[in-house]
């Protein structure tokens, strides 16, 4: 994984030519969504390894946005 911190990080990945891509991930907490982000109409390969690392990274940011959501310091209600 490369890029990695706390509200953004990309993915290796592969095209469908097998070239090396990423996915990019980041959130935007103030609106609550997570934004994924692959080269346009591309199909991404994923290797086991790679698809775990994803899922992680997901898992992360969405904890991220939730726990913004859900901060009263924030003056946002949660979803």
């Known amino acids: 994984m490369t890029g990695h911190s ?3 990080t990309r993915v290796p990945c592969r095209d469908g ?4 891509r990423h996915v990019g ?3 935007a907490p ?5 934004v994924l982000v692959a080269a ?4 991404l390969l994923l290797t086991p390894k790679e698809a ?5 990274r997901l898992d992360e940011l969405a904890t991220a946005v939730e726990h913004h959501h859900s901060n009263p310091a924030t003056g946002q209600a949660g979803p």
């Open 6 to 8: 706390q509200h953004k």
């Open 17 to 20: 030519f097998r070239r090396v």
């Open 25 to 27: 991930l980041w959130t």
């Open 30 to 34: 103030t609106s609550g969504f997570v």
């Open 40 to 43: 346009p109409a591309e199909a």
């Open 52 to 56: 775990r690392v994803l899922r992680d």
